[in-house]
């Protein structure tokens, strides 16, 4: 089984909304620093949101006030819910993690996650 599985993706038009889970088959999830990455086509796998073991919560500049992260430690569980969506958050999100926790700037880097979901795409049409 996948570590990390992502669900919820799909097509909206601009200023809709979606909400995306990731389910994790993680033992002690709460250990666990979680993040929601997106690729858009041509483009490098950019950071959107993490949430730390800590609680604390990181947001990339373009998502913040229209996005939020939230988990659930007891069903194993990571949401993003994405609101005011605009053609520029189409992409491939993926659910990512990594034991323990991590700095603003540590969460944004990718390289920190050793556990990946296989991607759930999400399409916002003009």
């Known amino acids: 089984q996948a570590p990390l599985v992502e669900s919820g993706g799909g097509t909206v038009q601009t200023g809709g909304s979606l909400r995306l889970d990731c389910a994790a088959s993680?033992?002690?999830?709460?250990?666990?620093?979680v993040a929601w990455f997106r690729q858009a086509p041509g483009k490098e796998r950019a950071f959107v949101a993490a949430?730390?073991?800590?609680?604390?919560?990181y947001y990339a500049d373009s998502v913040k006030g229209r996005f939020t992260i939230s988990r659930d430690n007891a069903k194993n569980t990571a949401s993003l819910q994405m609101n005011s969506l605009n053609p520029g958050d189409t992409a491939v999100y993926y659910c990512a993690a990594v034991v323990g926790a991590c700095s603003k700037t540590a969460c944004w880097d990718r390289r920190l996650y050793n556990y990946w979901g296989q991607g759930t795409q999400v399409t916002v049409s003009s």
């Open positions: 993680l033992r002690t999830s709460s250990y666990y620093t």
């Open positions: 949430t730390t073991r800590n609680g604390v919560l």
